[in-house]
């Protein structure tokens, strides 16, 4: 499936697939373009993932506002993680697990309780994000936030069910030396805090947060240094 289309959701009262994405405009796809601001056109080295975009009226006034704003949280957040790595903007691709819209402008969080519900749906996001990878072979793929150790991840990469097996939190996993994975013949995997809590879940668990940009920055010295990739088990 080409990267311009994506796979359609069945009709529900939650959360839609009925949208064009702004894909000129910066901010995470499928609502935007998948860039940093001024960082359109880059290499997709490294992708992204955040869980889902969020509501569509949000999505729907990105084009007055020039995409997401280099305030949104996330974005913040995240640029100041991969700046603090070393890791040039332009190699990222910022994407979402599942490519829907949610209904609700308010029920943010309860976006999740139900695409979680709808299995197909979830592995036809995974299969568009395979030939996605596909296609323009990144060295890694970031994980952020609990979502994909509990959901996503197994979709995406089938060995991960028993990889992160049993672990339901980024501490428990970091404390396991599981927050990264080698799939055969796939792109490098980490699991990191969600950039929208960084802060928060740097002063809870500081240990983690700087082992997060440890990982991050020998992703950017394997591209443009010493060789080595983020440390931790292989499989």
């Known amino acids: 499936m080409p990267d311009t289309e994506r796979p359609q959701c069945a009709p529900n009262d939650y959360f839609t697939t009925d949208f064009e994405p702004h894909l000129s405009l910066p901010g995470f796809f499928p609502g935007a373009g998948g860039f940093f601001h001024s ?3 880059g290499s997709k080295r490294i992708l992204i993932f955040g869980t889902d975009f969020g509501p569509l009226e949000y999505q729907q006034s990105l084009t007055a506002m020039g995409g997401e704003p280099e305030s949104n949280r996330t974005i913040a957040n995240l640029r100041g993680v991969l700046n603090d790595a070393a890791i040039p903007l332009r190699d990222c691709f910022l994407t979402n697990s599942v490519l829907c819209l949610g209904k609700s402008r308010t029920d943010l969080l309860g976006l999740a309780r139900y695409w979680k ?14 030939g996605f990878i596909s296609r323009h072979r990144p060295d890694a793929v970031v994980f952020m936030g609990t979502p994909p150790l509990l959901t996503f991840g197994r979709a995406l990469f089938p060995a991960l069910a028993d990889h992160w097996r049993g672990y339901k939190s980024l501490n428990a996993t970091y404390a396991a030396g599981r927050e990264t994975f080698q799939p055969p013949g796939g792109p490098r995997v980490l699991l ?31 591209r443009y240094g010493d060789g080595n990739g983020p440390a931790g088990p292989s499989s």
């Open 39 to 41: 960082h359109a056109g």
């Open 192 to 222: 990191i805090p969600h950039a929208s809590f960084w802060h928060v879940n740097a002063t809870k668990y500081p240990k983690v947060a700087k082992q997060a940009v440890e990982h991050l920055r020998r992703l950017a010295r394997s």
């Open 117 to 130: 519900r709808d299995p197909a749906y979830i592995e036809a996001c995974a299969e568009w994000h395979h």
